[in-house]
């Protein structure tokens, strides 16, 4: 089994920066795509940013593009989320994930089976 842990969440100014981290260890299969997903409070959880195991292929929600750079480091195995000139509406419950099935990144939240808990990110107007 996986377990992912999430760290560098905090509070920030608008416009400010942060790096998220994710740690993954245990044993699992192969995973194929990693990917960040977000939940704003009162809100559903949604697609941040996803990128291939090759690191070949990377994707980014609208929202976030420009701005948040997706990046992993196998061999540490270790998932990364540079987020620059962060916004109010960046404010959301952070999460990484790991999946194993066929067909590249995937932004649906059900094709991930291996998450994180979690990091609080908080952005101030």
């Known amino acids: 089994q996986v377990q992912l842990v999430e760290s560098g969440g905090g509070l920030v100014q608008a416009g400010g920066s942060l790096r998220l981290s994710c740690a993954a260890s245990g044993v699992a299969p192969t995973a194929r795509t990693l990917g960040w997903f977000r939940q704003p409070p009162g809100d559903e959880r949604e697609f941040v940013a996803g990128i291939t195991v090759s690191g070949l292929t990377t994707e980014y929600a609208d929202s976030v593009k420009g701005r948040f750079t997706i990046s992993r480091d196998n061999a540490e195995r270790m998932l990364y989320l540079q987020m620059k000139n962060l916004k109010p509406e960046d404010t959301a419950l952070y999460y990484c994930?790991?999946?194993?099935?066929?067909?590249?990144?995937?932004?649906?939240?059900?094709?991930?089976?291996?998450w994180g808990q979690g990091t609080q990110v908080t952005v101030s107007s």
């Open positions: 994930a790991a999946r194993t099935g066929a067909g590249g990144v995937s932004e649906r939240s059900d094709d991930y089976p291996y």
